[in-house]
């Protein structure tokens, strides 16, 4: 069957003497991989749709399991985040969450809408540490772990102040700190954000000024976060880890 899609690569990788298999993240058909031939080679006019982070428009054949590309076009290269370092990270860490995290069945065109922001946000200079927060909240609610974050989850009480139980999957009031002693004591302006992140849409961040000490803390909430509910251990953070001691 022949498939015309749009979509983001996730992830590219070497397949043979000079093909590559790409992963998209389609708007209507979830995760799809693809076989895109000659890839490697200079020549080749789909070189450049193999590229990480690429969106554009594919049309593969695929009868069941892997696609064989026929033709494509680039909507847009990212060319931007494949050159910084610091961009290629956090781009990275993006397209690998979203390979590693969704199965076929959670990756719709809402998560497809909130990557493709996500890139952008990227491209166009925002603070990345915060798109990339954002967008890690969309990918907990997406794989079924949202943070309530309105009320208690243990009694319901809306009065503060509150801890982050990572365990419980919510916040925790003063009566109810004893059911975690766990539970992460927080800032008023990082429990703000971290609010103000559980809901919002990509593609309606602005330019957000945030101090460096929030966002450390921003950093270590939503990595507990993160840890508890899907457990990934993504090569990319670490490299995310690693350049952040020497950017410090």
Partial sequence: MLYRVEGIVIRSMDYGEGNKIVTLLTKGNGKVGVLIRGAK???SRHSSLAQPFTYGEFVFFRNSGLGTLNHGEILESHHK?????DLAAYASYAAELTDRALQEDEAGSFVFEQLKACLAGLAEGKDAQIVVHVYEMRILETAGYGVQLDECVSCGSAQGPFKLSPAAGGILCTRCYHRDPAALAMSDGAFKLLRLFSRMDL????SIQVKTETK???KLLIRRLMDMHLGLQLKSRQFLDQLDKYTL
Wanted: net charge positive; no cysteine.
């Fill in 41 to 43: 080679k200079l020549k």
């Fill in 81 to 85: 985040l494949r050159e910084g370092l």
């Fill in 203 to 206: 593609r309606r961040l602005g």
């Fill in 216 to 218: 450390a803390e921003l």
